[in-house]
């Protein structure tokens, strides 16, 4: 088993995920700014309405959830391999009737490579 790194060997990088601890020039670990105060920079940025890439799972509902309880307008796309699967269908419409936003549905870039 490899052992784990210890923080503070830990180097920062340019691209850091959402949710996890950032690090700054000194490489002290600064923790991530509330979900909220995201939501509202990100809202100012993009005039309150912003694109989310909506698969169905907990981690897009809950997004859209956020953002809609900010009052940001969600503009939601989903990606598909194979179109008009009616599994897929049925979930992406009760998500639209719910919401009562269309949700895009958009060929994966992926789907090239089948």
């Not at 601890?21 to 979900?35: E, H, Y």
């Not at 005039?47 to 909506?54: C, E, G, I, R």
């Not at 990606?79 to 060929?107: A, G, H, N, Q, W």
Request: glycine fraction near 4%; proline fraction near 11%; charged fraction near 20%.
């Amino acid at each position: 088993m490899m052992p784990m790194m210890p923080p503070e060997t830990i180097r920062s990088g340019t691209d850091m995920i959402p949710g996890t601890l950032q690090l700054n020039r000194r490489d002290k670990i600064t923790p991530v700014p509330p979900g909220e105060q995201i939501i509202d920079t990100i809202a100012a940025k993009c005039n309150n309405k912003v694109l989310l890439a909506f698969s169905c799972g907990k981690d897009a509902i809950a997004a859209w959830l956020a953002l809609k309880a900010r009052g940001v307008e969600v503009v939601p796309y989903y990606y598909y391999l194979c179109p008009d699967l009616e599994f897929i269908e049925s979930s992406l419409k009760y998500y639209e009737e719910y919401f009562e936003t269309p949700i895009m549905r958009v060929p994966s870039p992926s789907i090239y490579r089948l």
